[in-house]
């Protein structure tokens, strides 16, 4: 079965750290971009950052010098690091292989072939 599948969430104060996995089974992640979202209880899913196949990274303004998006493909493996949370990082964060674009306010996907299952990040004192 191919999928992807995320982990790391969890409680952390304002101003901690926290490092999400998003690990491929299944299949290869070499050629695809991975994008990361989260979805606030209330809100739409929005985008936070991807990095293409070759490992350049784009993010939203919210995030950018915050979160780190890398990639080691042998390993079939993507991190976000979350560096200096606010309350309002607080959400699901998903992973999606694929195709994605964005500028400093959206990330958009495109042809979207794998969805991870989430993992819940709670930023609170």
């Known amino acids: 079965q191919s999928q992807l599948v995320e982990s790391g969430g969890g409680l952390v104060q304002p101003g901690g750290s926290l490092r999400l996995v998003c690990a491929a089974s299944?299949?290869?992640?070499?050629?695809?971009?991975i994008g990361w979202f989260r979805q606030a209880p209330g809100k739409e899913r929005e985008g936070v950052g991807f990095?293409?196949?070759?490992?350049?990274?784009k993010y939203v303004s919210s995030v950018r010098g915050r979160f780190t998006i890398s990639r080691d493909n042998a390993k079939n493996t993507v991190w976000l690091q979350m560096d200096n949370l606010k309350p309002e990082d607080t959400a699901v964060y998903s992973c999606?292989?694929?195709?994605?674009?964005?500028?400093?306010?959206?990330?958009?996907?495109?042809?979207?072939?794998?969805w991870g299952q989430g993992t819940q990040v709670t930023v609170s004192s």
């Open positions: 999606a292989a694929g195709f994605f674009e964005g500028d400093d306010y959206n990330i958009r996907h495109y042809d979207v072939e794998y």
């Open positions: 299944g299949f290869t992640l070499d050629r695809y971009a």
């Open positions: 990095a293409t196949a070759r490992g350049r990274t």
